[in-house]
């Protein structure tokens, strides 16, 4: 377990990183204080966030909802058997997109399917996330194939999955794609087990699956 000192440096690093706009610590930022959740990447940077803030996400980290509790408590925390670990939150997941044409596939994405970019990395860039309503998706460029042929279509292996609350939304997604111009991988279907669902491929052949509860 760290002590005090060391726990101060770590509240600093995250100050700074924030400061730098290093794109990692603002995941970490929004999955530790509740007041961020609700927060993109991107708008977590841009908000202010002081060294107070920095504190209490180190407090968090280690069980703590404040910076005070933390400091009166360290030596407690270095006894197993004092400590009661706070319960881990999972906050959200993403998919990881391969592609190896990067602004080709950040163009798809955003002209054809509505996603925004929240941000890219790299010069020229080589990974970003992408956005649209609470769907995000990583764009990671890579210069080799990963999949073996056509194995992704022949065997339906999907990369993403999309949930709509409704299948009427899901409708008129399918219906906004096709007047688009958007190649379907497999158009709009009802499914024997209820959902209903379409498929799209990306430029660079990865399968997103958009899907709904049969209404």
């Not at 007041?35 to 180190?58: C, G, I, K, M």
């Not at 006894?79 to 997109?97: C, M, Q």
């Not at 194995?151 to 939304?169: F, G, K, N, Q, Y």
Request: charged share 25%; aromatic share 12%; proline share 7%.
């Amino acid at each position: 377990m760290p002590n005090l000192e060391n726990l101060k440096k770590q509240a600093k690093q995250y100050l700074r990183w924030h400061r730098e706009r290093h794109h990692p610590v603002a995941a970490v930022i929004r999955a530790t204080l509740p007041r961020f959740n609700h927060l993109a990447d991107s708008e977590t940077l841009d908000a202010p966030f002081s060294l107070t803030d920095a504190q209490e996400l180190v407090a968090r980290q280690n069980g703590f909802d404040r910076w005070e509790e933390l400091k009166t408590g360290a030596h407690a925390m270095n006894n197993p058997a004092e400590t009661i670990p706070a319960r881990p939150y999972l906050s959200g997941t993403e998919a990881v997109l391969y592609v190896t044409d990067f602004a080709a596939s950040l163009t798809f994405f955003t002209a054809k399917l509505g996603f925004t970019t929240d941000f890219t990395y790299g010069d020229p860039p080589f990974y970003g996330v992408i956005q649209r309503d609470k769907a995000r998706l990583c764009l990671r460029f890579v210069s080799e194939p990963v999949f073996v042929g056509d194995i992704r279509r022949r065997e339906e292996l999907l990369s993403a999955s999309i949930t709509l609350d409704s299948a009427a939304a899901l409708k008129r997604l399918f219906l906004d794609y096709q007047a688009a111009g958007v190649e379907f991988h497999m158009p709009l279907k009802k499914q024997p087990w209820g959902a209903r669902n379409f498929i799209i491929p990306d430029p660079d052949g990865n399968l997103i699956l958009f899907a709904s509860p049969n209404d």
